[in-house]
């Protein structure tokens, strides 16, 4: 090795090694700027550079697991850029179309992208062109995980898997049979209760939604818009809606509710297969299985990209490529396997196993991704023709909601969900403080504009009887049962209960889930504020299997959007 | 003209042997390419003799950094700053990225490449052709799979830029001849029906209407699917449109524009390719990124597709890892893909850029990067590498179909009109669905 001490000789030697190089090669050579002769020196860093690089991966929270396990080793590792700059990554959970919709608003401004599945880099990309740009680059795949319906084990065998293939039209079969799963010699198991997400916010409700038109069509590929304008594919669609129990923006949120409240809560759900496996790390009265529709399910790809956005450096260009290839290093894909998922490169192996109730030799077909257009036309049919919804929206109007103007924000945030929800929606609008008026039930189609005028028009004052509240709520929506229709209470309230003529203990008895007739009213809650009671919200909310949030003003819009999914 | 290493004949102007495979005519074998390295290392000592004695005569007094510390680690070496660093944007076929990659991080490491920095850009090879055309800055090299597109490139260029070459210089790098793919369980299953795979039985496969269950009683299959990548982005796509008119017309050259109107053989294209698999939502634009997906997502996705052999034998390790073992057929007719590297004559492409190309191309030829190569699956243009040696990828897999003489008839690479009208036939095929 020639050192440093050399180099005056050593440029000559090297400049006539080049001519001597030419000459073998048979073509010319420049000079050779470098001063260096140790092969190492290009490996060694540049000095520490106090600055770093942000970087914010937006992403589909059915990764969190894997994402929050390996970012932080990332960060850990000091990361550089070639200039030295160390990099730091930010991780941020969301749905996939929640996600795609705050990426193109520029509301939330990501280095990078990854939805659970291609499909939102499709859609993303189709409204973004529109604009002349795509929303994100290339993608390569982080990992795979396929749709899958869960379901019970004592249930799938009813339907008589393993041995015999099950498809969707078996689950949507059982969902229009009047008799549900007596039809099968397992009366106790009661009628078909399933579930998928909101098909504009979630990947899996959106592969559901498609799923059921391709089944209503009688294909597995080339779904077309003609298919979709056939009458008998909307009321397919319709048949099976009406066994969904409510919808939801996040795929998570269905497995963990799922393993938590057990086969009362759901027979059924779409889900991904890695939330199969990972049902056996907790415990659950009956085990989780894997039913690979055989007409075919979707793949859900988790792709990665770089947003194609002016807010996107060329130092947050490099140092998001740098994450991408980490989160595919091999140390890293066997971290995912560990959680369930299929990685992108390498082999599979344990749990992906019929130990943990899936199989990795599933699916056998797929089917067919059809356009942006026929997806987009599959969202607008399912909206027809979802399980529509009757809500009680109870409002805490009592004083302490002028402080901070918190009755404002809360006011938009309920017009929000009031204009999220569809036309065959009713609202029934329960202001209360010390006197609670239940206002009769509007239909949102005829009804919207002069609901709005009555939230706008409401004045904070007095006190807070909340118990009461829902109960009357509970009475009106009882009264105008329809197990056809979504039946929920949303209610925000930023204090505790100061009534006095029901008990928490006696409206928790009065909410309990009724299984037999399946008359089942969520109560959704919004502790506004630091005053409010969250614990008992918690409880009213558990004892209905429904939600609980913790509002303020800065994120009751959100929240409001969110609870808005669940219908 | 003969070839040089199994003395069959050739068509004038060929690069590749049909029989065996090797270069003919671009590169001289391995003897001239000897005589000239002794030469040079002849001279290199001669040379170290000399700064030898330069030293002992005149010493450190001139160099400052001598007189520092001489610490044998040389961590005194400082990296060259990045704003003088020469930046190289290659745009580059997937099927090649494995070896790209190592490629770049090697030659990083050499004195000519230490002031270079590469970028490299994975690109369907007709993607990146059209980026050049559209003037596309970060674009100094070309290295797509073939030499198929560069007609088409150059008369696309010459509509929009007088009369200039954007093609400094060409090398060929490594070839690879096209293979059909499958699941070894369903290609069992294929021929006991067809007997064959090739264009014409998979077109009969694919129009099945009860797909696999008539085929070999297996309903839980469902449809045959087969896909290539998208022909407007991908050289494999467009060769695989080129093959199929070869195929249906049973020639080996010549196919003209009269064929490719032939209304049997459009209704008979057609009925393929409104059927492959990827074709609603979109065929995946390169064929790297088509064999990682078959791997991924194995026979619920893809029972068979084409690729190249280099990307087949990248993957059918990891294959029996995740499914189940691969079977590889080659088409009966097929085509060389020459991987070559050209050096960009554009406006954009400063000098500095042009000599780090041909520098980063050269080292793509050393020795050390095409025993890379053929490691990745790519039969190497280097005499001095072989692919007969018992770890070869031509020896290891024979097993499951790899052949070091690859069997079939090797065909011409058609006129621009032609593939031009292939393209436009293809086109009309998407919109009919």
Redesign the interface.
């Known amino acids: ?1 020639i ?8 440029v ?3 400049a ?3 001519l ?2 030419a ?3 048979g ?4 000079n ?3 001063s ?11 000095p520490a550079n106090p600055n770093a690089v942000e970087v914010l991966l937006l992403y589909g929270s059915e990764k969190q697991s894997w994402i929050d396990d390996v970012t932080p080793t990332f960060n850990a590792s000091n990361a550089k850029l ?2 030295g700059k160390v990099i730091h990554v930010s991780t941020t959970p969301m749905g996939s179309g929640e996600s795609k919709d705050a990426l193109l608003s520029g509301h939330t401004q990501a280095t990078l992208w990854s939805p659970a599945s291609g499909v939102f880099v ?1 859609l993303g990309n189709a409204q973004s062109q529109i604009k002349g740009q795509p929303l994100i680059g ?1 993608t390569k ?1 982080l990992v ?1 995980s ?1 749709v899958v319906i869960a379901m019970w084990k004592p249930m799938a065998q009813a339907l008589g898997w393993p041995g015999k ?1 099950i498809g969707w039209a078996d689950v949507i079969a059982l969902a229009k049979n009047p008799d549900g799963w007596a039809a099968y010699g397992h009366k106790e198991f009661g009628r078909l209760k399933f579930g998928h997400t909101h098909p504009e916010f979630s990947n899996s409700g959106l592969i559901s939604i498609l799923a059921e038109a391709y089944a209503g069509a009688g294909k ?4 077309t818009t003609d298919d979709l304008a056939k009458p008998e594919v909307g009321q397919y669609m319709a048949d099976v809606e009406q066994s969904i129990v409510h919808y939801g923006s996040s795929t998570g949120f269905f497995g963990k509710r799922l393993i938590q409240d057990g086969p009362q809560y759901l027979s059924a759900a779409v889900l991904y297969e890695n939330m199969v496996i990972e049902s056996y790390s907790q415990q659950t009265s009956v085990p989780l299985v894997a039913i690979y529709p ?4 979707i ?1 859900s ?1 988790h792709p990665i990209g770089i947003v194609q956005r002016p807010w996107v450096s060329d130092e947050q260009k490099e140092a998001g490529q740098i994450f991408i290839d980490y989160l595919r290093a091999p140390a890293q894909q066997q971290k995912a396997l560990q959680y369930g998922f ?1 990685p ?5 192996g344990a749990p992906l196993d019929a130990a943990h109730g899936v199989d ?7 089917l ?4 942006a257009a ?1 997806i987009d036309a599959t969202i607008q049919l399912w909206k027809k023709n979802k399980k529509h919804s009757d809500i009680a929206l109870i409002f805490d109007k009592s004083g302490s909601m002028n402080d901070d103007n918190k009755i404002g924000s809360a006011k938009k945030g309920a017009i929000a969900l009031v204009n999220m929800l569809a036309p065959e929606d009713s609202v029934t609008f329960i202001p209360f403080s010390t006197e609670v008026t239940v206002m009769d039930p509007v239909v949102l189609g005829t009804g919207k504009e002069e609901l709005i005028n009555h939230i706008n028009m409401m004045v904070a004052d007095g006190n807070t009887h909340l118990f009461q509240a829902i109960k009357l709520a509970k009475d009106k929506l009882m009264a105008r049962r329809d197990p056809k229709r979504i039946q929920a209470i949303v209610v925000l309230t930023d204090g505790e209960d100061n009534g006095n003529d029901v008990s928490l203990s006696q409206l928790l008895d009065q909410l309990q889930v009724i299984e037999e007739d399946d008359a089942s009213i969520r109560v959704f809650t919004i502790g506004y504020g630091n005053s409010a009671k969250l614990d008992d919200l918690k409880r009213i909310s558990k004892a209905t299997q429904a939600q609980e949030y913790q509002g303020n003003p800065d994120n009751i819009l959100s929240v409001f959007r969110d609870i808005a999914t669940f219908f | 003209m003969q070839c040089p290493h199994c003395h069959q004949e050739n068509q004038d102007g060929a690069q590749f042997c049909r029989v065996c495979g090797k270069p003919l005519g671009a590169f001289d074998g391995g003897a001239g390419l000897i005589k000239r390295a002794l030469v040079v290392i002849g001279l290199l000592l001669a040379l170290l003799a000399a700064a030898g004695l330069w030293f002992v005569f005149h010493g450190n007094a001139a160099n400052p950094a001598a007189s520092g510390n001489q610490s044998s680690s040389a961590q005194s070496t400082s990296p060259v700053p990045a704003s003088t660093l020469v930046k190289l944007g290659v745009a580059y076929g997937t099927e090649k990225e494995a070896w790209f990659t190592w490629a770049v991080q090697e030659f990083a490491k050499t004195p000519e490449g230490s002031g270079i920095h590469i970028d490299l850009k994975p690109m369907g090879s007709i993607e990146a052709a059209n980026a050049i055309v559209r003037n596309d800055a970060a674009i100094q090299v070309w290295s797509p799979a073939s030499s198929l597109y560069k007609t088409i490139l150059l008369r696309n260029w010459k509509a929009g830029h007088a009369d200039t070459d954007p093609l400094l210089k060409e090398t060929i790098l490594a070839s690879t001849p096209m293979v059909f793919v499958m699941w070894q369980e369903r290609y069992d299953a294929f021929v006991q029906h067809y007997q064959e795979l090739n264009f014409r039985t998979i077109g009969q496969a694919i129009n099945e209407p009860a797909g696999w269950k008539t085929i070999a009683e297996k309903p839980d299959w469902y449809f045959f699917k087969f896909s290539h990548t998208n022909p407007s982005q991908s050289n494999s796509g467009l060769t695989a449109l080129v093959l199929m008119g070869y195929d249906h017309f049973g020639k080996t050259s010549g196919l003209d524009a009269g064929d490719i109107t032939n209304p049997d053989f459009q209704t008979w294209l057609q009925s393929i390719e409104k059927n492959l698999q990827g074709a609603a939502s979109g065929l995946v634009p390169s064929t790297g990124t088509l064999m990682t997906s078959m791997i991924q997502r194995g026979w619920s996705t893809y029972d068979c597709v084409l690729v190249y052999e280099a990307n087949a034998i990248e993957r059918l390790d990891q294959a029996g890892g995740r499914w189940g073992p691969l079977r590889v057929v080659y088409p009966p007719y097929n085509m060389w893909n020459d991987n070559p590297y050209y050096v960009l004559n554009v406006a954009w492409s400063s000098p500095e850029q042009r000599r780090a190309a041909d520098a980063f191309g050269q080292f793509l030829l050393s020795p050390a990067a095409q025993r890379q190569a053929a490691a990745h699956g790519f039969r190497p243009a280097s005499q001095l590498v072989g692919t007969g040696d018992p770890d070869s990828p031509w020896v290891k897999y024979t097993a499951v179909g790899i052949q070091r003489q690859v069997p079939g008839t090797f065909c011409d690479p058609p006129n621009p009109e032609v593939m031009e009208n292939l393209l436009l036939a293809w086109q009309r095929s998407q919109s009919a669905k």
């Open positions: 090795m050192g440093r001490i050399f180099a005056r000789p050593v000559s030697l090297m006539l090694l080049m001597c190089l000459f073998v090669a073509c010319d050579k420049g050779n700027n470098s260096q002769t140790n092969s190492n020196s290009n490996s060694s860093a540049p070639a200039n499709q290339p795949e795979l396929p293939a597995v590929r080339g779904l055989k007409e075919g399910t793949w790809d299929r992108a490169e390498g082999s599979l990795p030799a599933q699916p056998q077909t797929v067919e991704l059809p356009s026929v």
